[in-house]
């Protein structure tokens, strides 16, 4: 069985050679854009709960502030203003 051999003129290789190139371009350009979108759900999810995550931090520090306080310091108007 005889190997086929197929030859084209240079601006076919050209040609083809453009089209791919267009083409891996264009795909890393769609899959670029879907990782940002990813990645800006996920800031806005984290970012929503920024505030009450923050209300959360402040309740512990006080709580463990005042653990340690007698009840005479917490009359005190120094500490408690």
């Known amino acids: 069985m005889m190997k086929k051999t197929y030859y084209h003129s240079l601006e076919i290789v ?12 264009l795909l890393f350009m769609i899959f670029m854009n879907f990782i940002i979108a990813v990645i800006n759900e996920s ?3 984290i970012n929503d709960k920024k ?5 959360l931090q402040k309740t512990k520090m006080i709580y463990e502030k005042e653990a340690h306080f007698s009840q005479k310091d917490l009359l005190n ?5």
């Open 14 to 25: 050209y040609f083809t050679f453009a089209i791919f190139m267009l083409g891996q371009f």
């Open 43 to 45: 800031y806005n999810k």
């Open 51 to 55: 505030t009450s995550y923050e209300f």
């Open 77 to 81: 108007d120094i500490y408690f203003p």
